[in-house]
């Protein structure tokens, strides 16, 4: 039953940090080109100032929201909240 969510959640994680490692990697080997993933938030970030306030606003949002959808009290049907009991 939670099946995929045991092998979803390492797997997307496995291939996120793997993308990045690639990312990384393939900018490292071309140092002229700097496109490393802090050289492009600096660049982002010098050009426009409030990008930084924008992407901290939307990280938290989602983390909000993430927390409020996982941790949020959920009462099946027949739970004292509810206000009945079988």
């Known amino acids: ?3 995929p969510w045991i092998v979803g959640i390492p797997l997307w ?3 996120g940090w793997a993308a990045f490692a690639f990312f990384e990697a393939r900018a490292f080997r071309h140092p002229e ?3 490393t993933l802090s050289a ?3 660049s982002v970030g ?3 100032p409030l990008s930084i306030f924008l992407v901290g606003l939307l990280i938290g949002l989602f983390w909000g929201a993430l927390a409020t959808h996982i941790l949020w009290h959920w009462c099946p049907p027949g739970s004292v ?3 009945w009991l079988r």
């Open 1 to 3: 039953m939670n099946t």
């Open 13 to 15: 994680l496995i291939l």
């Open 33 to 35: 080109r700097q496109n």
């Open 40 to 42: 492009f938030l600096f």
């Open 46 to 48: 010098q050009r426009f």
């Open 81 to 83: 909240s509810v206000g």
